[in-house]
T-cell receptor, first 113, second 114 residues
Framework: GNSVTQMEGPVTLSEEAFLTINCTYT??????LFWYVQYPGEGLQLLLK?????DKGSNKGFEATYRKETTSFHLEKGSVQVSDSAVYFC????????????FGAGTRLFVKA | EAGVAQSPRYKIIEKRQSVAFWCNPI?????LYWYQQILGQGPKLLIQ????????DSQLPKDRFSAERLKGVDSTLKIQPAKLEDSAVYLC????????????FGPGTRLTVL
């Protein structure tokens, strides 16, 4: 079945450091890929998405490229801020008689001032 | 545009008691999801509705969990009787057709079972 694997956290960085959170997936077809972010005490919110191979999703300085050849969708940001501290979830969604979304376990990011 | 509303935000009950959660999705969103998020894990789909029909409830523990969406809008998730392992955050989300299944989440209900 479909699955999503992301790097374990927590990830601790200093402000302005470069961020990479790895995400790989397995899917039977051609899923859409997402990164969701969850700030403390809040629900998940969509950060960015890519719907086909080689698409790059971007938002708020974050980027991720849909790599079909490596089945990956790594999240990157060139310079993190304290306000980026949150839990990040990689997810895939595939239409199999109704869209079904599978989430990774999440990666907690701490950014120190 | 109003977001997904959930209530209550927090609930503490004793094991074997019953509890109900309510969700109001974004207006016009036909698809509604209930997820269980255990501390340190990603959300796990419990049930997915398309309008008022069930699309997927394969991971819903049907001996104790039930959900309904009678008029294709609001939804209620019930647990009866609750077990200690049901302690989690219950998230409701909704989505609209044609958006590649981008989901909009409510703030969640944190359930503690003692």
């Amino acid at each position: 079945g479909n699955s999503v694997t992301q790097m374990e956290g927590p990830v601790t960085l200093s402000e302005e450091a470069f961020l990479t959170i790895n995400c790989t997936y397995t899917a039977t077809g051609y899923p859409s890929l997402f990164w969701y972010v969850q700030y403390p005490g809040e629900g998940l919110q969509l950060l960015l998405k890519a719907t086909k191979a080689d698409d790059k999703g971007s938002n708020k300085g974050f980027e991720a490229t849909y790599r079909k050849e490596t089945t990956s969708f790594h999240l990157e940001k060139g310079s993190v801020q304290v306000s980026d501290s949150a839990v990040y979830f990689c997810a895939l969604s595939e239409e199999t008689g109704g869209f079904k979304t599978i989430f990774g376990a999440g990666t907690r990011l701490f950014v120190k001032a | 545009e109003a977001g997904v509303a959930q209530s209550p935000r927090y609930k503490i009950i004793e094991k074997r008691q019953s509890v109900a959660f309510w969700c109001n999705p974004i207006s016009g969103h036909a698809t509604l999801y209930w997820y269980q998020q255990i501390l340190g894990q990603g959300p796990k789909l419990l049930i997915q509705f398309q309008n008022n029909g069930v699309v997927d409830d394969s991971q819903l523990p049907k001996d104790r969990f039930s959900a309904e969406r009678l008029k294709g809008v609001d939804s209620t998730l019930k647990i009866q009787p609750a077990k200690l392992e049901d302690s989690a955050v219950y998230l409701c989300a909704s989505s609209s057709p044609g958006m590649y299944n981008e989901q909009f989440f409510g703030p969640g209900t944190r359930l503690t079972v003692l």
